[in-house]
């Protein structure tokens, strides 16, 4: 299912502000990549960065590096004192993200860490402003579990893909994604823990804020 409208996707990213040129030329990188679709994007990255703006957070931590896209949206928030970590499996990706992070003024605000997130989240003892979770989709109730005791209150953990591609609209959801998508979104639904807003922004996102 095609959720997004092609003419409305080039008007919403005419009127939002440009991308810097490091992140232009990180899209344009990407759209060489087998999995180019998982890039956040103009209007999504956009998004993060004024969400990041808004809160000035001091701690972020992003599930699923991917090219470094996000984290630099991301980062463009942090306090000067403040720290972005990134999580990313793939050792290539991982390598190909610090190579765009190198070239930007915050490579040392910037900590990744390549391997296993559900390893790596318990060995990070920080207490976050912001959690943006965007890696295997089976894993988001994990993710969610290790993170949210650790986020401050009114803090933000902010889901990726949350409609994924549409599957999850579905009478009768098939794919396992999916329905690890529809199970997590449910579980966050159910949680008195915090309050959530599901935007239809790309693939959709969900802004969860802990009580």
């Known amino acids: 299912m095609e959720l997004i409208n092609k003419k409305a996707e080039d008007y919403s990213r005419y009127f939002s502000s440009l991308e810097d040129v ?46 470094g896209y996000s984290a630099l949206c991301l980062a463009r928030g942090l306090q000067p004192e403040g720290e972005l970590h990134t999580i990313e499996l793939r050792e290539g990706d991982a390598k190909t993200a610090q190579s765009f992070f190198s070239k930007s003024l915050y490579n040392k605000k910037i900590i990744l860490h390549t391997g296993n997130a559900l390893d790596i989240i318990p060995c990070l003892k920080e207490t976050w402003d912001i959690v943006f979770i965007d890696a295997d989709k089976v894993s988001y109730i994990d993710y969610y ?30 794919g396992k994604n999916a329905k690890a998508i529809h199970t997590f979104n449910t579980h966050v639904s159910n949680d008195k823990r915090v309050e959530q807003v599901m935007l239809t922004v790309r693939d959709g996102l969900l802004l969860i804020r802990k009580l």
């Open 22 to 67: 490091l992140l232009a030329e990180i899209a344009s990188y990407t759209n060489q990549h087998p999995h180019a679709e998982m890039l956040s994007g103009h209007v999504q990255g956009k998004l993060l960065e004024t969400v990041s703006c808004v809160l000035q957070p001091k701690k972020i931590l992003e599930v699923g590096t991917f090219m």
């Open 145 to 174: 579990e290790l993170t949210l005791p650790h986020v401050k209150q009114n803090g933000l953990i902010i889901a990726d893909n949350v409609l994924f591609h549409g599957e999850v609209l579905e009478e009768s959801i098939k």
